[in-house]
């Protein structure tokens, strides 16, 4: 059975264009969404045919390693990785905030469930 997983990053501009660069290099397929709010951006990143749990966890954890280097790249300049993930059925979850490991658990609560 095919199934994508869809999740959307909110960032602003500047920061957008950096995060989706670092996704693409990471072999993720990322595209621009037309955000409300003109002052931000959305990067929806599609994971697809996600149905295999072992195949889409590898590819989870592969996200969330470029999510967290990306991060980490912001606090090392000494800025703060503004940004939101989101994904329906799950609350949002604030990358200012939070900690790898949370970055980790809430991606792969995206996982497809048997």
Request: aromatic content about 4%; proline content about 5%; charged content about 25%.
């Amino acid at each position: 059975m095919s199934h994508d997983i869809r999740i959307a990053i909110d960032l602003p501009p500047g920061e957008a264009e950096t995060l989706a660069l670092v996704l693409q290099q990471g072999g993720f397929t990322t595209r621009p969404v037309q955000h409300r709010d003109l002052d931000w951006q959305t990067i929806m990143v599609v994971i697809r045919d996600a149905g295999d749990i072992a195949a889409a966890t590898t590819a989870i954890i592969a996200l969330a390693e470029r999510i967290i280097a990306y991060c980490k790249s912001r606090r090392d300049q000494g800025k703060t990785a503004q940004g939101t993930l989101r994904r329906a059925g799950q609350p949002p979850l604030e990358l200012a905030h939070a900690t790898d490991k949370e970055v980790l658990e809430w991606l792969l609560k995206t996982l497809p469930q048997d």
